[in-house]
């Protein structure tokens, strides 16, 4: 059965304290693997999409990584800005643009 | 250019009432989607459309139903609504499939209270 599974589920920084959100998948076949930020009460905001193992992406202080078998958001110095909920979600091949999604990690930057 | 326009923002309904969770795009959108999002889990795809008069079923339809007759607009119909349909619904817009071009663009949600 197709997963996407997130953690940590929550996390807490303090402005500048860099870390990682990892996404780990099994799916039957991948087509790409997609970042997107949620802010309280809004849609999911898209940040990225990566469809080969060593491929990486960045915007401002988000980097995303992809392997065979996981992702990584790499936030490096965040801002009380970059708190959100950042959700991931994997498309398996010949498919309509279904996703699959984690079931998101929390983070709180705090000043 | 509104994007994806959804309505209402908030509902609550009777257990058995029936209601319709409309969803409007500006952007030519050939692909739609309805999602929810339950607290602590991911979103799940409830119905999509690959264009006008074309629609499918997703991960968690029952208790659902859609149509398309235009482009532009989705509507996600409720019939009989029942407690477990309390949710977060998010409608979604791509404009294809196509490696560089299948991002989806979201509503903002409509957050419906079943009682």
């Known amino acids: 059965e197709d997963q996407v599974t997130q953690s940590p589920e929550a996390l807490r920084l303090q402005e500048g304290e860099s870390s990682s959100l990892n996404c780990s998948y099994t799916v039957s076949g991948l087509r790409g693997l997609f970042w997107y930020r949620q802010d309280p009460g809004k849609g999911p905001e898209f940040l990225f999409t990566l469809y080969s193992a060593g491929e990486e992406k960045e915007k401002e202080r988000l980097k995303a990584t992809l392997t065979k078998k996981e992702s990584f958001l790499h936030i490096t110095a965040p801002k009380p800005e970059d708190s959100a909920t950042y959700l991931c979600?994997?498309?398996?091949?010949?498919?309509?643009?279904?996703?699959?999604f984690g079931q998101g990690t929390t983070l709180q930057v705090k000043p | 250019n509104a994007g994806v326009t959804q309505t209402p923002k908030f509902r609550i309904l009777k257990i058995g009432q029936s209601m319709t969770l409309q969803c409007a795009q500006d952007m030519n959108h050939n692909y739609m989607y309805w999602y929810r999002q339950d607290p602590g889990m991911g979103l799940k795809l409830i119905y999509y459309s690959v264009g006008a008069g074309i629609t499918d079923k997703g991960e968690v339809p029952n208790g659902y139903n859609v149509s398309r007759s235009t482009t532009e607009d989705f509507p996600l119909r409720l019939e009989l609504a029942a407690p477990s349909q309390t949710s977060v619904y998010f409608c979604a817009s791509s404009y294809s499939v196509s490696a560089t071009n299948e991002k989806l663009f979201f509503g903002s949600g409509t957050q419906l209270s079943v009682l």
């Open positions: 979600a994997v498309q398996r091949p010949g498919n309509t643009g279904k996703l699959i």
